[in-house]
């Protein structure tokens, strides 16, 4: 896909956004008062090569029942091969965060692999092939589901040996709820039990966190970073970058339908594009109207050129809105209705110039839609 090639291949861009972008999409929250993963020294050009990395979300593997959440076997094993090779820097979750928050600089292309939930299928047809191939993982686990026995999930033993081989684990919640959804003290409380049971089934309580169906809130971002871990990730689209909050950190999430290795390797080479005066200051929406984003672009990535958003909810397909260019970097998205309740998204791109594509995502709840 040549990137630089607006007048037909941009085109072309937009439709392959439009038919195969499922995929929930990152929510950079920079310029709204929260520490930002670098060092604030030059924080908005850091988004190229070596400044911004790939996180991968896998949740279930062979399950063919499972087509929106689950990966083809063959397509998994295609994803390591090319993972495994000279092109990706592969590294955990964890040391793309510490690294990033050193100000330190990142082997170009650098890839981190996780995986939600703990389904038995992590266990029995990933963790073989990831093993194998000597590529590290990030599983993160509801306590719940695991205390319980339910079937499809991996137990603690297994869990454990995953983690004395190399897997860092994460913490999921308990119960795996929707946090927008409920009181501060449900969620505390709920989050505390995971922890314990993390503590006393492992021995320490994991320092990485992934929020449950993707969805925040600045009232959960605060009851998570109270909670002591050094990051938080959502289930949508994005890479990790200078200008995002650690404690909401994309990923690209990987399923059945979007598993081909053309658009595949286009997340794996994607590249930051940092915002920052963010607004609304929070996802969580609760008016009843049509909503207004707005956002500044970064100085160091623009460059002239084309610049274009999509929207989606739920399962819908991604529809381009159009952008509204304001006083110098500034950039306006109107939606001519309210969305429904629940989770949405936006996702924006721009070419490299070469064969790349910077994007940055935004996933909102709206409550009173």
Known sequence: MEAEKLTDRQTGLRDRIARHCRSAVSVALAGIGF???FPAADVLAQSGAGQSAVVLNYQRFGETQYPRTSVATAQFEAHIKLLAGDRYNVTTAANIV???SAGERLPNRTVAITIDDAYRSAYEVAWPRLKAAGLP?????????VDQGLRGYMNWDQIREMRDAGATIGAHTASHPHMVNRSPEENRADME????RFEEELGQRPKLFSYPHGEMSLAVREIVAGAGFDAAFGQ???TVNAALDRYFLPRFSINERYGGMS???????TLGLPVHD???QDPYIAAAEAPVIAFTLGEGVVRGRKFACFYAQGNDSFVEVPVAELDGLRRELRFDKPFRNGAWRINCTMPTG????????????SAGG
């Open 98 to 100: 510490s690294s990033l």
């Open 354 to 365: 070469g064969k790349r594509y910077r994007w940055f995502g935004m996933q909102f709840f």
């Open 278 to 280: 963010l607004s609304p």
């Open 263 to 269: 658009e595949f390797r286009m997340r794996l080479d």
């Open 35 to 37: 520490a930002v993963l």
């Open 193 to 196: 039990r995971s922890l314990v």
């Open 236 to 238: 949508h689209s994005g």
């Open 137 to 145: 993982v990030t599983v993160f686990v509801s306590t719940d589901p």
